[in-house]
């Protein structure tokens, strides 16, 4: 299975990083996790055909997660897809997504490739036949769901934008990698945590309690701070594992520890 992020920012973007949005490619599937900065421009240059895209996945409608959709599916119609896309979300995220869609009137177009719009926290998604995709609520402030990938015992799990919560170390058992959000340090904790939101020693608490064996940070807050490589090595002080900041347009391989 691999993953390629072509963005790891928060809400707010940086001159050389954009907001979370990452690609996924296993079992002749490919999936996008969340649409934001120009979705079509990053599948081209991270090498994936855009009309083969297997599905959408959306985490929740806050904007920096979901304003990239119209441009998908606006660049998708008129690059004459026929094949039908899946948009997995929870449901108040796909009723918002329906909204910003129709604004543009981009459900109406005429010759509009099917779009299957499915409940990702109802029940398993089988995405191929050794690929599946579950989505789990986290602790946000709207409804927001994390993803749990599994192409046979290979399995990551992404948190979303999420305050830490029990419930992930059933959501994350027998998980090699751990993708968690990092908004901010141990300093801003309190804040962060009343907003939904988690610091990096968090992070890395996270990744320790689920026994994965490799922690990749997103969602940094380049306008609060602090960096990135400050962030990793919070991280680091409390989980003993692999911690990595990833490298935009970098195929990440995962593998069966
Ligand atoms: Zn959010």
């Not at 120009?38 to 929740?60: C, E, F, M, Q, R």
């Not at 929870?90 to 604004?103: I, R, V």
């Not at 907003?195 to 922690?215: C, W």
């Not at 940070?217 to 490589?229: E, K, M, Q, T």
Request: net charge negative; with cysteine; hydrophobic share 45%.
């Amino acid at each position: 299975m691999r993953v390629v992020f072509f963005g790891t920012a928060g809400a707010v973007q940086d001159a050389a990083d954009s907001n979370v949005c990452f690609a996924v490619r296993a079992d002749g599937c490919s999936f996008l996790v969340d649409a934001s900065g120009s979705p079509v421009h990053n599948l081209i240059k991270a090498g994936l055909d855009p009309l083969s895209l297997d599905a959408l996945v959306l985490t929740h409608s806050h904007a920096d997660h979901i304003y990239g959709v119209p441009s998908l599916i606006h660049n998708l119609w008129l690059m004459k897809r026929s094949k039908p896309l899946q948009i997995i979300s929870n449901p108040p995220t796909s009723a918002k997504t329906m909204e910003l869609l129709e604004c543009f009137g981009l459900l109406k177009k005429e010759g509009l490739f099917p779009i299957e719009w499915i409940d990702g926290e109802k029940g398993v998604v089988e995405m191929a036949a050794s690929l599946n995709l579950k989505l789990f609520p986290v602790q946000h402030s709207i409804p927001t769901s994390g993803i749990r990938v599994e192409e046979r015992a290979v399995v990551f799990v992404y948190t979303s934008d999420t305050a830490p919560f029990d419930g992930l170390f059933a959501a994350s058992r027998d998980c090699q990698v751990l993708i968690h959000e990092a908004s901010g340090d141990i300093s801003r904790e309190k804040y962060l945590n009343q907003a939904g939101h988690s610091s990096a020693r968090q992070a890395g608490e996270a990744a320790a309690r689920s026994g994965v064996g490799r922690l990749f940070l997103c969602h940094f807050d380049y306008f609060a701070g602090p960096s990135p490589r400050d962030l990793l090595k919070e991280a680091q002080a409390s989980f003993n594992g692999d911690v990595v900041i990833p490298e935009l347009f970098q195929e990440y391989m995962i593998r069966d520890a």
